[in-house]
């Protein structure tokens, strides 16, 4: 069955340092990748997405990832968080083709607490 | 202003109630959807209707019962619920079917007693 894991359950990270949540996923086919945050009691919002093109695509806040499609992976990275930064982090796969019909499959969430 | 809104934002009930959520978007998209966030915080998505016609039917009980009257909102409604059913229900609504972004509501944490 198609799945999305991240690696890391909870980040504990100061200000300043450098950031890498790990996504990968089980499927070879065409893939759609987003990462989305939700700050403490708020929605999901799009960090970031991946249809196309320059693997390496650059979301709001900051906030890049990058597609391998050798390693099935999607990690997402910052190179100097902030303290407004923490939040849950999800990685979401849209698996192409079939009766996919746009669906989001998540990964568990990655908290991220970044200590000022 | 809000994209996609639901209602209500907190729902506290006894087991074995029936009870409905509504979600509304004024984007003008084709395709609306329910995910359910567990404790864990695991989502998972329940139903998709795409211009009011049902497209995603996950393994969900059939006391879960959408309806999408038009094609700018999605209910929800839930009968003779269970302790099992508290979670954080979102909906989302995109563009179509076909791979877009999807924008999400603010929530509704559902409390069973």
């Known amino acids: 069955a198609q799945s999305v894991s991240q690696h890391n359950h909870h980040v504990i990270l100061s200000e300043a340092a450098s950031l890498e949540l790990g996504c990968n996923y089980s499927?070879?086919?065409?893939?759609?990748l987003f990462w989305y945050v939700q700050y403490p009691g708020q929605h999901l919002q799009l960090l970031l997405k991946?249809?196309?093109?320059?693997?390496l695509v650059k979301g709001i806040k900051g906030f890049e990832a990058e597609f391998i499609k050798s390693k099935f992976s999607f990690n997402l990275r910052k190179p100097s968080v902030q303290w407004s930064d923490t939040a849950e982090y999800f990685c979401?796969?849209?698996?192409?083709?079939?009766?996919?019909?746009?669906?989001?499959?998540f990964g568990q969430g990655t908290i991220l607490t970044v200590h000022p | 202003d809000t994209a996609v809104s639901q209602t209500p934002k907190y729902l506290v009930t006894q087991m074995g109630n029936d009870k409905s959520i509504k979600c509304e978007q004024n984007?003008?998209?084709?395709?609306m959807y329910w995910y359910k966030q567990d404790s864990k915080k695991f989502l998972k998505i329940m139903f998709s209707?795409?211009?009011?016609?049902?497209?995603i039917n996950e393994t969900v009980p059939n006391r879960f019962s959408p309806k999408s009257p038009d094609k700018a909102h999605l209910n929800l409604h839930i009968n003779s619920l269970e302790l099992g059913d508290s979670a954080v229900y979102f909906c989302?609504?995109?563009?179509?079917?076909?791979?877009?972004?999807?924008?999400f509501g603010p929530g509704t944490r559902l409390t069973v007693l």
């Open positions: 989302a609504s995109s563009p179509g079917t076909s791979y877009n972004e999807q924008f």
């Open positions: 499927y070879g086919g065409t893939v759609n």
């Open positions: 991946y249809f196309s093109g320059d693997p």
């Open positions: 979401a796969v849209i698996f192409a083709g079939g009766t996919s019909y746009g669906k989001l499959t």
């Open positions: 984007l003008g998209h084709d395709t």
């Open positions: 209707y795409n211009n009011k016609e049902l497209i």
